[in-house]
């Protein structure tokens, strides 16, 4: 198959290592000049779904030992805040609303229930595979309001502008958005101004990146001093974009390099970008789980289409609400712990028991190590260097 199968070739992948192994054989833990003098270089992967990708082909059991992947805050998720969970399952116990989303955060805990939960007590909530679904429930239920509870980055957000478009097209009055789309750059800025994280790349998002091109990550490089690789999805795209990570410190460059061009253009996608400069506005704040309040970091609707804003039509609390004390999550997502550093991984939150949201999405870190068998890194890996898919008895999809 063109453009999958010679990015998981072993062979191409097994030279990679090899000249991931001889770079990094010139970062020897306390080498003088070294950027990583007492530490394994650390490289940030953003996307859950590389880390998703990572685990499945056992990538990190493949570098040496100098180099760290870090798990970063790339899953929307993984990244929604209780209290925006509570909103929405006020939303849903709205008699008069049918709250439509996405599967993966139904069974995300809220401060005291998830919408599963809610589902199961008699709220009116349905999964939908596009917000277009959403806009064809209200069409078919002229007498209730419907609601999309949309998440995501900017990969999603432009489905979601274009759906407001056909409702304002059509003159669907009963359709509305609650909106938590969220935005990458200034995330990564909030995680680079953090004292206690160190790291020293990134391997930049792809399918974010084919929305809004490889140019936005220049801040990272120019402001931060940070190399950015934009990454496909395969393992040799992955192992390849760490390589040129790499290439970039030994040599001394700090730039942004686009090694998904196969997908990914210098300024993304026009069409896409058109549609949610027309629809959405950036918020001033937004709150992440784990990070706090980020500026900038959020989209909110354009007052010109408030008809269809849930946060105008419907009064939301919008409660702030911490963490459960025992879960590390905020800490997983700055990259600062893994997962099994947290006290209940693996015991009180697992996928089918979550306590934590990182537990819940399929590209979760704490998902990810769980369902991939590395329950404790610290024992031998269970998956092959033969880049064979790994596959535990605990993935469930
Ligand atoms: S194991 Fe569960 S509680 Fe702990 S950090 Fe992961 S998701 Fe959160």
């Given at each position: ?9 072993p062979?191409?992948?097994?030279g ?17 000049g ?14 859950g ?81 596009s ?5 064809q ?15 995501g ?14 409702a ?23 995680l ?5 994280l ?17 140019r ?11 190399p ?28 942004v ?22 629809v ?14 980020i ?30 004390r ?16 947290c ?55």
């Open positions: 198959m063109k453009y999958v199968h010679e990015f998981r070739d062979q191409r992948a097994q990679i290592l090899r000249q991931i192994e001889a770079i990094a054989a010139q970062f020897p833990p306390g080498s003088p070294s950027s990583a003098s007492d530490r394994p270089l650390r490289i940030m992967e953003i996307c779904g590389h880390t998703h990708a990572i685990f499945k082909y056992g990538l990190a059991d493949l570098l040496p030992d100098t180099v760290e992947l870090i798990h970063g805050p790339g899953c929307p998720v993984c990244i929604m805040p209780k209290g925006r969970l509570d909103d929405a399952i006020t939303l849903a116990q709205n008699p008069q609303v049918i709250l439509t989303t996405f599967g993966d955060v139904l069974r995300v805990p809220g401060s005291s229930q998830s919408l599963l939960q809610a589902k199961a007590q008699g709220a009116d909530i349905r999964v939908v595979y917000p277009l679904d959403a806009l429930i209200a069409i078919a239920h002229p007498d209730r309001e419907v609601v999309f509870f949309a998440i980055f900017e990969t999603t957000a432009p489905s979601t502008a274009l759906t407001v478009l056909q304002a097209a059509q003159g669907v009055s009963n359709f509305s958005l609650f909106c938590n789309h969220v935005l990458v750059v200034p995330a990564l800025e909030a680079l101004n953090q004292p206690d160190q790291l020293d790349g990134f391997i930049g998002p792809g399918h974010v990146s084919m929305v809004i091109g490889a936005p990550y220049r801040v990272i490089a120019e402001r931060y001093g940070k950015v690789v934009v990454s496909g999805f395969e393992p040799v795209d992955i192992l390849q974009s760490l390589w040129m990570v790499l290439d970039q410190l030994v040599t001394g460059r700090c730039t390099e686009n090694q998904y061009s196969r997908l990914v253009a210098e300024d993304g996608n026009a069409v896409a970008l058109g549609a949610i400069a027309q959405f506005t950036v918020r001033e704040q937004f709150e992440w789980r784990g990070l706090g309040e500026p900038a970091s959020g989209l909110r609707i354009h007052p010109d289409y408030a008809q269809f804003d849930a946060e105008v039509k419907f009064s939301l609390p919008h409660p702030h609400v911490d963490d459960h025992a879960c590390a999550c905020g800490d997983i997502l700055r990259g600062v712990k893994k997962p099994w550093e006290k209940v991984f693996g015991t009180a939150c697992t996928p089918d028991s979550p306590l934590g949201a990182c537990m819940v999405s399929s590209e979760g870190a704490c998902a990810a190590y769980y369902n991939y068998g590395q329950l404790d890194r610290r024992r031998p890996a269970t998956s092959s260097a033969s880049l064979a898919p790994s596959h535990s008895s605990r993935v469930r999809r």
